[in-house]
């Protein structure tokens, strides 16, 4: 059964900084490419960054620069460093492969940015 744990969320300032952690379950984890994806109210789920398995990333334009994203494939993990946040970041974020295994989201974590 796959699943994704995702955590370190909470509410911060805007210019603050979280990181966020994904575990992963029931795949060969090293062999995927990983995604961390948001959720906004109101909005369509995207893709802000992506690890492939050699650990080249890609990033949504407006999240460039702030985030990076990394992999840990001893420990099944994936992470999101998030810098200089903003109030438009706010949103769910959820990790999953890229392509995403469908109907295999988890709960997510929420991310606030509001002062």
């Known amino acids: 059964q796959v699943q994704f744990v995702e955590s370190g969320g909470g509410l911060v300032q805007p210019g603050g900084s979280l990181r966020l952690s994904c575990a992963a379950s029931?795949?060969?984890?090293?062999?995927?490419?990983m995604g961390w994806y948001r959720q906004a109210p109101g909005k369509q789920r995207e893709l802000v960054a992506r690890?492939?398995?050699?650990?080249?990333?890609n990033y949504a334009d407006s999240v460039k620069g702030r985030f990076t994203i990394s992999r840990d494939n001893a420990k099944n993990t994936v992470y999101l460093q998030m810098n200089s946040l903003k109030p438009e970041d706010t949103a769910v974020y959820y990790c999953?492969?890229?392509?995403?295994?469908?109907?295999?989201w988890g709960q997510g974590t929420q991310v606030t940015v509001s002062s």
């Open positions: 029931g795949i060969i984890f090293r062999v995927y490419a």
């Open positions: 690890v492939n398995r050699p650990g080249i990333t």
């Open positions: 999953n492969t890229d392509p995403p295994q469908p109907g295999d």
